[in-house]
């Protein structure tokens, strides 16, 4: 998303690493380093109507005087709900606390106003008194205490160098759509800079140790440190306010920040330095060198614990959540048992914080039988992320005997653009699980690698554990259309049930959870089946199944075509029907020049380079799919001309090559691909276009074509991609009837 500019988040530090805001406006929206007090849930229990309110004025600032707010206690059992009353122009919302309350206009806008609020386009074309939500009001209660959100590598692939302007209107969307922990990794260097200085490292030593913002979720995961260049202070303190200012903003809004946890990460050489100390290498991770790992069974593991909890807490106060993986994605144990290293991490853990929560992921073999043995299982919750995934995945109180569990979904790898969830599985698999004897089942956990996409998916997620009864597909998304654009419309109700039948109606059955990304993306091959090494394969329905949702959202009633979210949408269903032509067109290029056709190869060429000129020209209508902006965001943060060069490089390399070559050609290469203005018509089309000349060399001379060293090429671009636009250029809404125009002519 893209709220505007970045605002400066200035700080300055003192010598013992303290983060002060610049202003009184700063320090005072952040809250102190604890937030508000916080009670035996972890949540900040302010008075909720401030706080809601605050919130609403954001929102809705020419209607937020006509809802009031109100506080219900919890029920028995502690779980959260909303009651919406009042008459026209006079809502009374009421709620157990401020996010939930939200919850509750969320709920009155999509079924009695027909509005919607969304983290990718939204509608709130309101009559002048707001309608009143009938005698019998409306009511929900959560039926989980757990509704996390956010996946470990949320801050790199949806943005890592977001301001506070991104971060408050995303904090009030997951509130209005029923989330209450988020998990926060902003600032969580600045913990980091500010401990190992009291075991002896300098403050610069540690600052080249810490990677750039965009890399740094895999340094908190213990895959890598020190790429691609080191820290300045000003960043260091600067991303130390943001983080507290947007956990204070959870606390008041009575949500849980959910922090990281230590589990033993230490810089270089820590043995060397600390006695008694006792350390396991950890190698490498797709080329990159891994953090040592301290031993959780020693007393340096206990002290340096205590030290980072007790630092933690001074900059960003307490909770009562804390997430950690053991030994991620190849981590080592060595010679330590993994039941032992258990139970020395999480004694460390409930030493600090008496009432934590252990939050690990739930994801493949993890957690491993070992940690699931060893650990007080009552103090910890799993946030599955296969709940969707795989046909086998069907008894979670089996594989983590009892562990309480959220059930969740990974939508989405790396930030790609593509459209779809396995909304089916959803809503049969939720309900049944949560209500089967033994269940343990205590919440959800909506965890796609980033956010501020697949907008339908988003809202369907969030009411899973506010509804009651399982969710009639059909029906929602015919609801889901009224409320995105303000009123029933039989094209834009056609349109949602094409796409519930396809991109949002895949299952597990191929075992996959995310959709296909589109070839225009992938690294030049004409047997390419996939830009990105792990998505699938294959397109998960017939292409031609999808184009009519396009026709149908054209001829929407104009009335109906204003808001950002109709935009979004069309935009997103255009550019969906243009990647998902690439899986058709790429095999004909393929038999043309297998066949040794060079006219037929030269006219099919030209079709793939129109089809990525006219994705380019579609998706730069859209600020929020210009790779301009997310570069712009990065350089502000840059004190001088070569920090921001730095920051640039850090911020698009995730996007391309993502980092060295090694890492590359492992497969990280265009993990993080989508379709951008930018990307597309720079990077993919220099690509196609390099690689079309030399296969067309190659047919015309009788040769085999020279091997392109692509990585070289990526990298290049990626140094120096020339002018990138920070500004949408053209209608989204001419492109769009463009694409449908020319998806209708013959390949």
């Known amino acids: 998303m893209s709220w505007g500019r970045r605002t400066f988040l200035g700080a300055v530090a003192g010598t013992t690493g303290a983060v002060v805001a610049c202003s009184p406006a700063a320090a005072g929206r952040g809250g102190t380093p604890g937030g508000r007090p916080v009670t035996e849930d972890g949540r900040g229990r302010a008075p909720a109507t401030g706080a809601a309110r605050a919130a609403v004025r954001r929102l809705l600032p020419d209607h937020?005087?006509?809802?009031?707010?109100?506080?219900?206690?919890?029920?028995?059992?502690?779980?959260?709900?909303?009651?919406?009353?009042?008459?026209?122009?006079?809502?009374?919302?009421?709620?157990?606390?401020?996010?939930?309350?939200l919850t509750g206009v969320r709920h009155y806008l999509k079924h009695v106003a027909h509005a919607t609020i969304s983290w990718a386009g939204s509608q709130t074309a309101l009559p002048r008194l707001l309608p009143a939500p009938g005698r019998a009001g409306l009511e929900g209660r959560a039926d989980v205490p757990h509704r996390f959100v956010l996946n470990d590598t949320n801050d790199a692939y949806t943005g890592p160098y977001h301001d506070w302007a991104y971060w408050e209107r995303e904090i009030d969307v997951l509130a209005l759509h029923g989330f209450n922990e988020v998990l926060v990794y902003a600032g969580a260097d600045a913990v980091y800079h500010r401990l190992f200085q009291e075991f002896g490292y300098g403050e610069e030593?540690?600052?080249?140790?810490?990677?750039?913002?965009?890399?740094?979720?895999?340094?908190?995961?213990?895959?890598?440190?020190?790429?691609?260049?080191?820290?300045?202070?000003?960043?260091?303190?600067?991303?130390?306010?943001?983080?507290?200012?947007?956990?204070?903003?959870?606390?008041?809004?009575?949500?849980?920040?959910?922090?990281?946890?230590?589990?033993?990460?230490?810089?270089?050489?820590?043995?060397?330095?600390?006695?008694?100390?006792?350390t396991v290498p950890q190698g490498t991770w797709m080329g990159f060198g891994r953090p040592d790992w301290l031993d959780p069974r020693t007393e340096s593991f206990a002290r340096v614990a205590a030290a980072f909890y007790r630092v933690q807490e001074e900059l960003f106060g307490v909770s009562t959540l804390y997430k950690m993986d053991l030994l991620h994605e190849g981590g080592k144990a060595g010679d330590v048992p993994v039941e032992e290293a258990t139970r020395g991490v999480q004694r460390a853990l409930l030493a600090a914080r008496p009432d934590a929560l252990w939050v690990i992921l739930g994801w493949q073999k993890n957690p491993p039988k070992a940690v699931i043995d060893a650990?007080?299982?009552?103090?910890?919750?799993?946030?599955?992320?296969?709940?969707?995934?795989?046909?086998?995945?069907?008894?979670?109180?089996?594989?983590?005997?009892?562990?309480?569990?959220?059930?969740?979904?990974?939508?989405?790898?790396?930030?790609?653009?593509?459209l779809g969830a396995n909304t089916p599985e959803w809503v049969s698999s939720y309900g049944r699980w949560r209500d089967r004897p033994g269940s343990a089942l205590r919440g959800t956990a909506l965890m796609p690698e980033a956010a501020d996409n697949n907008p339908a998916a988003f809202e369907l997620f969030g009411e899973l554990p506010w509804t009651e009864g399982e969710i009639d597909l059909a029906d929602w998304f015919r609801q889901y259309a009224r409320s995105r654009y303000g009123a029933s419309d039989p094209h834009a109700e056609a349109a949602w049930d094409v796409l519930r039948r396809t991109a949002y109606g895949t299952t597990r059955a191929d075992r996959w959870s995310e959709p296909a990304d589109?070839?225009?993306?992938?690294?030049?091959?004409?047997?390419?089946?996939?830009?990105?090494?792990?998505?699938?394969?294959?397109?998960?329905?017939?292409?031609?199944?999808?184009?009519?949702?396009?026709?149908?959202?054209?001829?929407?009633?104009?009335?109906?075509?204003?808001?950002?979210?109709?935009?979004?949408?069309?935009?997103?269903?255009?550019?969906?029907?243009?990647?998902?032509?690439?899986?058709?067109?790429?095999?004909?290029?393929?038999s043309a020049y297998a066949a040794g056709n060079?006219?037929?190869?030269?006219?099919?060429?030209?079709?793939?380079?129109?089809?990525?000129?006219?994705l380019e020209r579609l998706v730069?209508?859209?600020?929020?799919?210009?790779?301009?902006?997310?570069?712009?965001?990065?350089?502000?943060?840059?004190?001088d001309r070569a920090e921001k060069d730095r920051l640039q490089y850090d911020a698009l390399s995730l996007l391309t090559t993502w980092g060295t070559r090694q890492g590359a050609d492992a497969g990280l290469r265009d993990y993080a691909n989508r379709e951008w203005s930018g990307l597309v018509g720079g990077l993919y089309r220099l690509r196609w276009s390099t690689y079309f000349k030399e296969l067309t060399?190659?047919?015309?001379?009788?040769?085999?074509?020279?091997?392109?060293?692509?990585?070289?090429?990526?990298?290049?671009?990626?140094?120096?991609?020339?002018?990138?636009?920070?500004?949408?250029?053209?209608?989204?809404?001419?492109v769009a009837r463009e694409v449908r125009d020319a998806l209708a002519r013959k390949d």
């Open 64 to 101: 937020a005087g006509q809802l009031a707010f109100e506080d219900l206690p919890p029920e028995a059992g502690g779980g959260d709900r909303f009651r919406v009353s009042g008459r026209e122009g006079g809502i009374t919302v009421a709620g157990t606390t401020p996010a939930a309350q």
């Open 697 to 734: 060399g190659a047919l015309e001379e009788g040769r085999e074509p020279a091997a392109v060293d692509w990585f070289a090429l990526e990298d290049r671009w990626t140094r120096a991609p020339g002018r990138l636009h920070v500004e949408p250029q053209g209608d989204t809404y001419l």
């Open 598 to 614: 060079p006219a037929e190869f030269a006219r099919l060429t030209r079709r793939w380079l129109g089809l990525v000129d006219l």
């Open 375 to 418: 650990a007080d299982r009552s103090k910890m919750l799993v946030v599955d992320g296969l709940s969707d995934r795989f046909p086998e995945v069907a008894d979670r109180e089996s594989d983590w005997r009892g562990t309480p569990y959220a059930f969740g979904s990974i939508w989405n790898f790396g930030g790609h653009t593509a």
């Open 205 to 278: 030593e540690l600052r080249s140790w810490i990677p750039g913002p965009a890399h740094q979720p895999w340094w908190l995961l213990q895959n890598l440190a020190a790429f691609p260049s080191p820290l300045s202070r000003q960043l260091l303190d600067q991303r130390a306010a943001l983080g507290r200012r947007i956990v204070g903003r959870l606390r008041e809004l009575g949500m849980t920040p959910v922090l990281p946890g230590y589990f033993g990460t230490v810089p270089p050489g820590f043995a060397d330095r600390v006695p008694g100390a006792r």
């Open 620 to 639: 730069a209508t859209d600020a929020d799919h210009l790779l301009g902006r997310w570069v712009e965001q990065a350089r502000v943060w840059g004190a």
């Open 518 to 590: 589109g070839l225009f993306a992938a690294r030049p091959a004409l047997n390419a089946v996939s830009a990105g090494k792990w998505s699938p394969k294959a397109l998960r329905y017939p292409p031609e199944s999808f184009e009519p949702a396009l026709g149908e959202l054209l001829v929407v009633r104009a009335g109906l075509r204003g808001s950002s979210a109709y935009r979004r949408d069309l935009l997103d269903v255009a550019r969906q029907a243009l990647a998902n032509r690439s899986r058709v067109l790429l095999p004909k290029l393929n």
